[in-house]
Each structure stands twice: as structure tokens, then as C-alpha cells.
């Protein structure tokens, strides 16, 4: 049984307007429809899609904050509705946007509750504390209250936070929110260590794509609460029509390159654009530009996976 396991999920909400004097409107908003998925233990799996796709109502329903209204969902075995207090000992969630540190207290107090919370064995607490303080580099700021934290020392604490407890699953919304390069290049090292070493499945909301490019193996895009696409990386290029482009720079100016697979897209001086297919090799179409022009000299420009996105959005 996959360890998140999803199929014919929705949520309905029911929203009421004023439509003048005492009368109301009724209408019914679907945030989740037809959803239907599932993930395999130790996954790393990249969610996304445009505000109000449905990705909040979902991460809600799975860690049970939010009831169905119809179809079937099991997280760990577990009906997350029905088995809240079960299931918190087995999944972690942080929120980029929130807190669940105490923000008056030092965050090593904070880390003390959180033990006697979910009841941590306190050898294990003491070695998960101190696996996760070296990792994520808090030594200095234990002693530190929560609101005197910056926001990237912050989200540090909440994803050891998250982690004290040994769950099984780790749900992140917007983690990199609001950090600089240094600290997202330093938290993406931490969490594919974290899968890589203990095993923990990761479900990734973002709308920073290099998060998703840089952990995950494997992208779900909802729209209209609906999943419009599921797969890797290279499935999701393809099916965006993304294309490649290879950026030839030739000794003097020329015609147009014409080559098989590749179709020259702009001209500037000696240099030209050649784009082709994003699942194409490269190499056939660099052995041609070489054995019929000059080249000075050539670099591939991969395709943004932003455009990607956002084209298959619009066919949505």
C-alpha cells in the first residue's frame, strides 16, 4: 500500500453572498475535484500550481485539518480526519509563512516542549536534537527567543521542529519563502541529506521552481483543483512542447545554420539561436553545425522550467 494513497478526493466549500435586502446567495466552490494519487515511502515529490489551485486544501486534508467531502484518502495507513492525534507522531509540516515555535520562548525551550508533546524517548530527543543542530548549523541560537531569530534562522528551527518526533513524512509549504541564496542552497542540501539518509518521503509546495528542480524527482501540477500532470521532470518539459536552444557563435556572419532537428530562431552578427526538441540529443545537431560551419564556439541553454509551468497552465 503506497504510503499516501488519494483517489476521486473533493472539497467542496459553500460560499454565501449578500444579494440585497435579507436574500443570500449560495454558491458551491470546488477547491478539490477528481484528485487522484499516490506516494511511494522515502519519495521526494515537488506540488505545485497557481494560487488557488487546491494545493493548501489538499496538504490540509492530508494531515487532517480538513474533512473530505467525497473520496478516499489514507496517509501511513491512517484516515487523517479520523486519526488526527495518531497520525501527528507520524508526519511533520512546516509552513514558510508560519511558526510553530513558541515566539517569546528560546528555541531550545521550544524544542523541550515539543519533546514532552509528542512524548520523545529522551535519548532519542537528545540525538535527533544534536544531529539536527550540527546540520542545520543552530548551535549559536539556542539560546535565542524565537521573535529575535531572522526568518531563515527561523525556518531552521521549524524544520527541526518538524523532525524531533521521527516522522515518517514530511509535508513543506513555501520553505524557501523570503530566504536568501545561501540559506536556500543550504536547506535544499539538508533535506536531500534527510531523504538520502533516513528515508523520509517529502511532499514540496513551492513557487520557487529551482526548489523543485534542485529535490525532486517527480512533479504533481494542480490546477483548478484538479491535477493536470504527474511525472518527472523530463515527462513535464515534453509535455510543455519546451525546447532546448543551442547558441552557436561562428567566426564570421553567415546565412542561417540549417542542420537536421534544429531550426534557427534568431541572428545577431555571428552568433545564432538554434532551438530543438528538450528530449533530443544535442549531439548529432553540434556534430553538423561542426562539420559545416566555422565555429568559434557553442553552449546549450536548457529550457526554463518557469516557461514550462506556465504554458501548461494556459492549457489547463
Same mark, same amino acid.
Given at each position: 500500500?503506497?504510503?499516501?494513497?488519494?483517489?476521486?478526493?473533493?472539497?467542496?466549500?459553500?460560499?454565501?453572498?449578500?444579494?440585497?435586502?435579507?436574500?443570500?446567495?449560495?454558491?458551491?466552490?470546488?477547491?478539490?475535484?477528481? !484528485?487522484?494519487?499516490?506516494?511511494?515511502?522515502?519519495?521526494?515529490?515537488?506540488?505545485?500550481?497557481?494560487?488557488?489551485? /487546491?494545493?493548501?486544501?489538499?496538504?490540509?486534508?492530508?494531515?487532517?485539518?480538513?474533512?473530505?467531502? &467525497? =473520496?478516499?484518502?489514507?496517509?501511513?495507513?491512517?484516515?487523517?480526519?479520523?486519526?488526527?492525534?495518531?497520525?501527528?507522531?507520524?508526519?511533520?509540516?512546516?509552513? =514558510?509563512?508560519?511558526?510553530?515555535?513558541?515566539?517569546?520562548?528560546?528555541?531550545?525551550?521550544?524544542?523541550?516542549?515539543?519533546?514532552?508533546?509528542?512524548?520523545?524517548?529522551?535519548?532519542?530527543?537528545? &540525538?535527533?536534537? &544534536?544531529?539536527?543542530?550540527?546540520? !542545520?548549523?543552530?548551535?549559536?541560537?539556542?539560546?535565542?527567543?524565537?521573535?529575535?531569530?531572522?526568518? /531563515?534562522?527561523?525556518?531552521?528551527?521549524?524544520?527541526?521542529?518538524?523532525?524531533? @518526533?521521527?516522522?515518517?513524512?514530511?509535508?513543506?509549504?513555501?520553505?524557501?519563502?523570503?530566504?536568501?541564496?545561501?540559506?536556500? =542552497?543550504?536547506?535544499?542540501?539538508?533535506?536531500?541529506?534527510?531523504?538520502?539518509?533516513?528515508?523520509?518521503?517529502?511532499?514540496?509546495?513551492?513557487?520557487?521552481?529551482?526548489?523543485?528542480?534542485?529535490?525532486?524527482?517527480?512533479?504533481?501540477? *494542480?490546477?483548478?483543483?484538479?491535477?493536470?500532470?504527474?511525472?518527472?521532470? &523530463?515527462?513535464? @518539459?515534453?509535455?510543455? =512542447?519546451?525546447?532546448?536552444?543551442?547558441?552557436?557563435? !561562428?567566426?564570421?556572419?553567415?546565412?542561417? *545554420?540549417?542542420?537536421?532537428?534544429?531550426?534557427?530562431?534568431?541572428?545577431?552578427?555571428?552568433?545564432?539561436?538554434?532551438?530543438?526538441?528538450?528530449?533530443?540529443?544535442?549531439?548529432?545537431? *553540434?556534430?553538423?553545425?561542426?562539420?559545416?560551419?566555422?565555429?568559434?564556439?557553442?553552449? *546549450?541553454?536548457?529550457?526554463?522550467?518557469?516557461?514550462?509551468?506556465?504554458?501548461?497552465?494556459?492549457?489547463?
Amino acid at each position: 500500500m503506497p504510503l499516501i494513497d488519494v483517489r476521486d478526493l473533493e472539497r467542496t466549500f459553500v460560499v454565501r453572498k449578500r444579494a440585497g435586502g435579507m436574500r443570500r446567495t449560495r454558491t458551491e466552490v470546488h477547491a478539490v475535484r477528481d !484528485l487522484t494519487f499516490s506516494v511511494e515511502a522515502g519519495e521526494m515529490v515537488g506540488y505545485i500550481g497557481p494560487n488557488g489551485a /487546491g494545493k493548501s486544501t489538499t496538504i490540509k486534508m492530508l494531515t487532517g485539518i480538513l474533512v473530505p467531502t &467525497a =473520496g478516499h484518502l489514507h496517509v501511513a495507513g491512517l484516515e487523517p480526519s479520523r486519526h488526527r492525534t495518531e497520525l501527528a507522531r507520524r508526519i511533520g509540516v512546516v509552513f =514558510g509563512q508560519r511558526t510553530t515555535l513558541w515566539w517569546d520562548l528560546p528555541l531550545h525551550d521550544s524544542f523541550e516542549l515539543l519533546q514532552k508533546i509528542y512524548r520523545i524517548p529522551i535519548e532519542r530527543y537528545r &540525538a535527533n536534537l &544534536a544531529a539536527y543542530v550540527e546540520l !542545520l548549523d543552530l548551535g549559536d541560537l539556542l539560546d535565542t527567543p524565537v521573535r529575535q531569530l531572522s526568518l /531563515g534562522q527561523r525556518m531552521r528551527g521549524d524544520i527541526t521542529a518538524a523532525l524531533l @518526533h521521527d516522522p515518517e513524512i514530511l509535508y513543506l509549504d513555501e520553505p524557501t519563502i523570503g530566504l536568501d541564496v545561501v540559506s536556500k =542552497g543550504r536547506l535544499r542540501e539538508f533535506l536531500r541529506t534527510l531523504n538520502a539518509e533516513r528515508g523520509i518521503t517529502l511532499l514540496l509546495t513551492t513557487h520557487d521552481l529551482q526548489d523543485i528542480e534542485a529535490l525532486c524527482r517527480r512533479v504533481m501540477v *494542480i490546477d483548478h483543483g484538479t491535477l493536470v500532470f504527474d511525472g518527472d521532470l &523530463a515527462a513535464l @518539459h515534453r509535455k510543455g =512542447g519546451s525546447t532546448r536552444t543551442l547558441v552557436v557563435d !561562428l567566426l564570421d556572419e553567415a546565412a542561417p *545554420i540549417e542542420v537536421p532537428g534544429a531550426t534557427v530562431r534568431r541572428v545577431e552578427g555571428p552568433r545564432q539561436w538554434l532551438s530543438f526538441p528538450s528530449d533530443a540529443s544535442a549531439a548529432p545537431i *553540434i556534430s553538423a553545425v561542426a562539420a559545416s560551419y566555422a565555429v568559434a564556439d557553442l553552449s *546549450i541553454q536548457e529550457p526554463e522550467i518557469e516557461d514550462v509551468i506556465r504554458d501548461l497552465y494556459g492549457r489547463a
